[in-house]
């Protein structure tokens, strides 16, 4: 089985690309990416010849048809130019990073064309792949908790990360990303579809971006980080507290900051003091303006309600929700391997036959709580026609109703 790439960078090499490549059968056959840079690591990698690397969309897509399948990562404001080309092109099955669009007509669009051609697009909402929200998923299905009645979720980006990606990187603003609620939450709005089983009524949304602004900037503070800025060591967003420390939950990010694969602290240093790298600028005076907290009050149309509240300001990266039903509620985390769910008026749970309340979650995994494998593993058996569970794909017309609850979300704003 043969897949294509287009958007050569850290989702379609590092993550897709890597896990499909290790799947026995499938072959990595063309690779499209205006950097020639990744285009030659990523062709080195996967083993692809040179008249099947492109360095332009255009020849890409003209070129037809590739491969059995097709992902695109590029960023998101392509993603609706490259897959209505690759539907064009005539590719039958793709694998498309998220956000679709924040123009809600576009996702209809690329619905309704799927639809009319007979493609069948994974959008990468990974969550829904994983076991922890797979888990929940089958308890509100299975109504242990009895008739769904409202949930309650957080997600808690980080600190660190949201400097890395909302304040300094490529999602800092909308004109080249789009707003946080689809740029990072449409996550959330899928697995909230998914569980309300209702398509949205009403949404409204609440937010700004409030901290990462020039008058919040510390006294004497430089321009950028390493430009002897007397609060190096004391800020927590510091390019040293973020980039140079080994402990740094930044490891990951590190390649974007740097352009270079497991960088040492010297070119850590000399990538970051560039005064065209955006990653070395002081976190009060970039370019940004990506929200940095929004609330988000939903009612589904079978009268389930639900709030989010997004923010940056946390210690750790990591989800939390609370789900209450007529009978019972479920609580999660989704940094434990566990689940708390109490059923009303039980002194000792009967749940699944057990003495505790707490569900355990079968494997957490690495990439998305094991949903980037989960979504490769999807992908593969869609090119093979094999039956999937409809009810844990994210397919195109699943994401156009979580798209709908940002798009509503947004206007009420
Ligand atoms: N599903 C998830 O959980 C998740 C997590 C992180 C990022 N994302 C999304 O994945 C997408 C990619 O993110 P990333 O971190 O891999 O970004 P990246 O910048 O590492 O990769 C994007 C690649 O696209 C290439 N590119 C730019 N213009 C192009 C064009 N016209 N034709 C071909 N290639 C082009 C760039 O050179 C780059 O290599 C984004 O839309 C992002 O929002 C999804």
């Keep these: 089985m043969d897949v294509a790439i287009i958007g050569a960078g850290s989702r379609g090499v590092n993550v897709y690309g890597s896990i499909l490549y290790s799947i026995p059968g499938v072959k990595i056959s063309a690779i499209c990416d205006i950097s020639q840079t990744k285009l030659e690591e990523a062709s080195k990698l996967f083993k692809v010849p040179p008249k099947m690397q492109f360095l332009s969309e255009d020849e890409f897509f003209e070129a037809g048809v590739l491969a059995d399948g097709l992902i695109i990562t590029s960023q998101d404001r392509l993603h609706y130019r490259h897959c209505t080309r690759a539907i064009d092109a005539g590719y039958k099955k793709i694998l498309l990073e998220k956000p679709v669009s924040d123009d809600i007509n576009e996702t209809q669009e690329i619905n309704d064309l799927a639809k ?26 299975s109504k242990k908790i009895g008739e769904l009645i409202a949930i309650n979720h957080e997600e808690n980006i980080g600190y660190w990360h949201f400097a890395h990606s909302y304040v300094r990187g490529n999602w800092r603003n909308i004109k080249d990303s789009h707003p946080l609620l689809y740029a990072k939450t449409c996550h959330d709005f899928d697995l909230l579809f998914w569980f309300a089983n209702s398509k949205v009524k009403n949404a409204k949304s609440y937010g700004s971006l409030t901290y990462f602004k020039p008058q919040n900037a510390p006294a004497g503070s430089t321009e950028r980080c390493l430009d002897g800025c007397p609060h190096l060591d004391s800020c927590a967003y510091s390019v040293k507290n973020l980039y140079f420390d080994n402990k740094s939950p930044l490891s990951w990010g590190l390649y974007h900051a740097t352009g270079i694969n497991h960088p040492s602290q010297a070119e850590r240093y000399n990538a970051l003091k560039k005064n065209d790298n955006p990653y070395g600028r002081c976190v009060f005076k970039c370019d940004n303006d990506a929200d940095d907290h929004r609330s988000v009050a939903i009612e589904f149309e079978n009268g389930t309600t639900a709030t989010l509240t997004v923010t940056a300001y946390s210690k750790d990266c990591h989800r939390r929700i609370h789900v209450v039903g007529t009978h019972g509620e479920i609580l999660g985390d989704d940094s434990k391997n566990y689940l708390i769910v109490n059923i009303f008026g039980e002194k000792k749970s009967s749940l699944f036959k057990r003495k505790t309340n707490k569900v355990k979650i079968r494997a957490l995994g690495a990439g998305h709580l094991g949903g980037d494998l989960g979504i490769c593993r999807a992908f593969v058996k869609l090119i093979k026609g094999q039956h999937i569970d409809p009810d844990y794909l994210t397919t195109i017309d699943v994401t156009l109703e979580g798209h709908k609850i940002i798009a509503r979300a947004m206007e009420s704003d």
């Design 116 to 141: 009319n051609k007979g493609v069948d697009i994974l959008v990468c909402h990974v969550l829904r792949y994983s076991a922890f929200y797979g888990t929940i998923h089958e308890l509100i299905k």
